[in-house]
């Protein structure tokens, strides 16, 4: 007997404004801001393709074109359906709006599209049956969070509760099969939500899911970033070059000019009088001349001339530019310039 392949798909949902990234969000969207060498969504995106998935659909909404045009461009390859979502109502909604492109999957796994994990996917995809990735905060109330009960099964979702009876939260990825049952809670529950015009979130779908039998475990997620924050986001730039080996690649060669690793130069870039490094991250085809630039993201076609910049993001095409002193300077004399 020839058994029949699980079909899977990955789910991104990407339709969120970024609110807390502006003004880097007013016309980038906030996956395509470079981490580590390469925009979020390509770290999400090679982690499937690693455990073989190239079934995708993304969920886009705000500057939604840029993302398809990234997304079909960098990987031709990939069997990808995007799907507008209209009204920004929560991930219960984003999901519900998929409806007809996960409807015949056996399985979907989402991925939040500005969180990057730290785990064995093949290991996630591997737990039997239905499951979430969790991780201990200890600020629970910012998430949706759930409870266990002693079968390792959840007993409890909710999301972002005042009052928290764990801390367990969710950390931005789901594998979910009995597909037909999820998108029937999500429709019922979209239903009443737009009357009372409230956000349709994932955890009250899983909730009646569980009150009909469903089993949903647990898998501990090693590290994970949500990168909808500055300092986040530098944070995980950081954390993300250190487990690269830039020091081994090989990067070209810049005029009088200092590379501390790690770091991540993209394409066509000049550089020259400068010191870069540790834990920057800059864009193709971008212009440094005589700066000074550490634990910074720098986008692509930015130009910076005669500036120090430590944790900073500058976006892609700005052009930072500081000022040229020539100094000659005696004993016993204290010079300050203005911060």
Request: aromatic content about 6%; some cysteine; charged content about 20%.
């Amino acid at each position: 007997m020839v058994l029949k392949e699980k079909k899977i798909k990955a789910v991104i949902p990407v339709a969120g404004v970024g609110t807390k990234l502006r003004p880097h969000t007013f016309t980038q969207p906030k996956p395509l801001i470079p981490v580590a060498g390469k925009p979020i969504i390509s770290h999400i995106i090679d982690q499937f393709l690693q455990v073989g998935i190239k079934d995708f659909v993304i969920i886009i909404g705000y500057l939604g074109d840029k993302i398809r045009q990234y997304v079909t461009e960098t990987y031709p390859e990939l069997n990808v359906e995007f799907v507008y979502q209209a009204e920004r109502l929560g991930l219960g909604h984003a999901i519900w709006s998929a409806s007809d492109a996960i409807a015949q999957a056996d399985e979907i796994v989402i991925a939040l599209g500005d969180t990057i994990l730290e785990l064995d996917f093949s290991s996630f995809l591997d737990v039997k049956g239905s499951c979430v990735g969790v991780s201990v905060v200890k600020n629970p109330s910012d998430f949706g969070i759930v409870e266990v009960g002693h079968d390792g099964y959840l007993t409890k979702a909710v999301e972002k509760p005042s009052v928290p009876t764990s801390n367990l939260a969710i950390v931005g990825i789901y594998k979910l099969d009995h597909i037909p049952k999820l998108l029937s809670a999500l429709e019922e529950i979209v239903g009443e939500e737009t009357i009372k015009n409230e956000e349709v979130q994932l955890t009250d779908a899983l909730m009646r899911m569980i009150k009909e039998g469903e089993q949903i475990s647990i898998f501990h997620v090693n590290k994970w970033f949500d990168c909808g924050r500055r300092d986040v986001l530098l944070e995980t730039n950081a954390t993300l070059l250190n487990l690269m080996d830039s020091q081994g690649v090989d990067l070209d060669s810049y005029e009088q000019t200092i590379i501390i690793h790690p770091v991540a130069i993209g394409k066509n870039c000049t550089i020259n009088n400068s010191i870069i490094g540790p834990h920057v991250t800059i864009g193709s085809n971008s212009v440094i001349v005589s700066s000074i630039v550490d634990n910074s993201i720098i986008g692509s076609f930015a130009e910076l001339r005669e500036i120090v910049l430590r944790k900073s993001i500058v976006g892609n095409d700005a052009s930072v530019k500081g000022h040229h002193v020539s100094l000659n300077i005696g004993e016993n004399t204290e010079i300050e310039f203005g911060k």
